[in-house]
């Protein structure tokens, strides 16, 4: 029989949010976030369950991108880090992607290049953040520059929020003043906006958004936030029991002992670890549901399995279901005992995990 770990992915759940998604700003548009094999959700599958309904997509570079050509999509590519080397523009070129210039060398590239047909760009600006952008005030002529370019055919302004999961951080404001005075009244569409944005900042929405994590169902503001709260989950994480075993009072579980038993404890050992993609760091108490109720992760996480209390359900026996995370079991909160986010989890899955998709038209 087969190791019982899988992912279910729910892909009418991801298109959901998608919708969700734009009706926080009718009358934009939105690309769909697929990088990192979308968030490991498996970008193929999830570019061709959004497709009919997409405006684009966006991943961080040509791989990314080449992957969803092979396989049929034909919606316009965002490729958010642009390109890493010049001969990428060739590419660029070929599967009529369209590229971020974030930097001078990529404009030079850009401007010298020679495509077949003319180049949609998106040029980004260094508004606060300080990881990829052009400077403030060499935006414009940045612009101008590319503007002047025979083959580019249009180019929209973007910059990218540090801190809009905070909701009411000054940060926000002041990049969204930064944007706003720099960009000033250049021509060209407008997109500033991750999830957090959407979610809380309707003043950053502009003409394109791009939801990530929203569309797979983790609120980027952590645990509870009003309008995050019609996400629905997308990934489910599920395995099973494997051993019960009942433990006195004073015996340690696992590596390190680390979790010593206060009372009698009935423990059972689930066929998922770290090498599956579940968190090591995760500590005493994280969530888990066994047989769809809530049961808690005790003792160390180890390669290939997990132990957690089953005290309230002294019937559970080998072969019952447990939840990593999913719909009974937030990612977010998996991700907050572990002192990490719902992005890593998710893009963290690891390839031994099959993944079962569904999709309710
Ligand atoms: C990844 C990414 C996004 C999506 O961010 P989420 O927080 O997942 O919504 C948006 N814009 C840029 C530039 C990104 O790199």
């Known amino acids: 029989m087969a190791r019982p770990t899988r992912a279910h992915i729910d892909l009418a759940a991801i298109r959901g949010n998608y919708r969700h998604a734009k009706a926080q700003a009718p009358g934009a548009r939105a690309l769909a976030v697929v990088k990192a094999d979308a968030y490991g959700h498996g970008a193929v599958k999830v570019a061709r369950a959004l497709a009919a309904e997409a405006d684009a997509f966006a991943v961080a570079c040509g791989e990314e991108a080449m992957e969803l050509r092979e396989a049929g999509i034909r919606s316009p590519i965002v490729l958010l880090e642009g390109v890493f080397h010049p001969d990428e523009l060739l590419d660029v070129d070929r599967a009529d992607l369209t590229p971020v210039v974030h930097n001078h060398e990529q404009l030079e590239w850009l401007c010298r290049a020679r495509p077949a047909r003319p180049l949609q760009v998106w040029l980004k600006m260094d508004s606060g953040m300080h990881r990829l952008g052009l400077a403030p005030l060499g935006f414009a002529a940045a612009h101008a520059r590319l503007a002047a370019c025979p083959h580019v055919s249009a180019i929209v302004l973007m910059t990218h929020l540090a801190r809009a999961d905070e909701p009411t951080h000054p940060a926000t404001a002041a990049q969204l003043d930064c944007f706003r005075t720099h960009a000033g009244d250049l021509p060209g569409s407008r997109s500033i906006a991750n999830s957090a944005a959407i979610l809380g900042w309707p003043a950053a929405h502009g003409d394109w958004l791009r939801p990530g994590i929203m569309l797979y169902g983790a609120s980027p503001f952590g645990e509870a936030h009003p309008s995050a709260a019609m996400l629905r989950p997308t990934m489910m994480l599920e395995s099973r029991l494997i051993g019960v075993r009942d433990l006195a009072t004073g ?63 002294p019937a559970a026996a080998p072969g019952d279901p447990v939840q990593l995370w999913g719909d009974l079991v937030p990612a977010n909160a998996v991700a907050a005992a572990s002192d990490t986010i719902a992005y890593q989890l998710f893009t963290g899955l690891s390839r031994r995990v099959p993944m079962h998709y569904e999709d309710a038209t």
């Open 251 to 313: 015996e340690a579980i696992g590596y390190g002992g680390r979790f010593v038993c206060e009372r009698p404890t009935r423990v059972g050992v689930v066929a998922a670890g770290y090498a599956d993609g579940y968190p090591r760091h995760a500590r005493d108490g994280t969530p888990v549901a066994v047989n769809g109720r809530p049961s808690r992760l005790i003792g160390r996480v180890s390669m290939d399995m997990l132990t957690v209390d089953l005290s309230d359900q």
